[in-house]
């Protein structure tokens, strides 16, 4: 499916993506990262809030206190993975600020200030638990229609669904429950805004789908490993890009098994359930 572009973002710099609304890149690009995780500094009636503050790295702290003044009234967290977290401690200890994230952190050693749950509100925005990509993912949703989509719905890419952690069913119906919604803006975790969501939304969910019939005709021909079902459903070349696409196979996988359409034989794996099952 056609991904978006944008040119390589100035380091430390916070540009406007919407009203109220600026962007810092961290940092660190790379395969799975595209120019780097997108912090945004996000004006409300409380003050400037800090959603997702980026890796663990110095310089891009230093550009998110000096764009807020070191003013920062709170940090929320999408979710716990290392490239939206880990410049979190940092950032509290030098502004003061609480956090907020998912009441069920999928790190053990970071649990919030303020543990939000699915409906919340948190300055304005309303927290929506949309599980997929992690456990402890969410988004946040501005009145206006502009919603903070972070690693659920990217625009430079899919998003990478990795068992334990990523569930591929819990993936499918957060899609699911983001096509209701009547968003104009979604602002990602990593690349650049997407405008008018759904029609990207929607072929999303199609890839996916198509992927894992894909999948399954496979196994209809005989027992499959995931890397072999890589070689064969996948073009990508690159090590890195391989291991995540091998990832999101077995998500598929552990999803068709629990619809009782798919058996796992060891290392390799077959299509229908294993005998006695209901």
Request: aromatic share 6%; proline share 9%.
């Amino acid at each position: 499916m056609p991904y978006l572009t944008e040119p390589e973002p100035e380091r430390g710099l916070a540009t406007e993506v919407a009203p109220g609304i600026r962007r810092i890149v961290a940092g660190n690009p790379g395969l799975m990262t595209y120019h780097g995780t997108n912090t945004y500094l996000i004006e409300t009636g409380e003050g400037v809030v800090v959603l997702d503050p980026g890796p663990d790295d110095t310089a891009h702290v230093a550009a998110i206190l000096a764009a807020t003044r070191g003013r920062i009234a709170s940090i929320l967290l999408s979710h716990t993975h290392s490239d939206h977290l880990g410049a979190l401690p940092a950032l509290q200890a030098q502004s003061g600020a609480s956090t907020f994230a998912f009441h069920r952190s999928a790190d053990p050693a970071f649990q919030p200030d303020v543990p939000l749950r699915d409906g919340d509100r948190v300055a304005g925005l309303i927290a929506i638990h949309t599980p997929g990509h992690a456990g402890d993912h969410l988004c946040f949703a501005r009145p206006d229609g502009v919603v903070f989509s972070a690693d659920h719905v990217m625009t430079w890419s899919s998003s990478v669904v990795s068992p334990p952690g990523g569930d591929m069913a819990a993936y499918f119906q957060s899609l699911r429950r983001m096509l209701k919604r009547e968003d104009r803006l979604l602002l990602p975790g990593h690349g650049p805004p997407l405008p008018n969501p759904a029609p990207y939304i929607r072929e999303l969910l199609e890839n996916r789908i198509k992927r894992e019939d894909a999948i399954a005709q496979a196994l209809r021909e005989g027992p499959y490993r995931p890397h072999d079902l890589v070689d064969r459903l996948y073009s990508q070349t690159h090590p890195w890009l391989r291991q995540a696409a091998e990832r999101n196979v077995l998500a598929h996988l552990i999803k068709l098994r629990s619809e009782g359409r798919a058996t796992q034989l060891d290392q390799s794996w077959t299509m229908g359930s294993s005998l006695g099952d209901g």
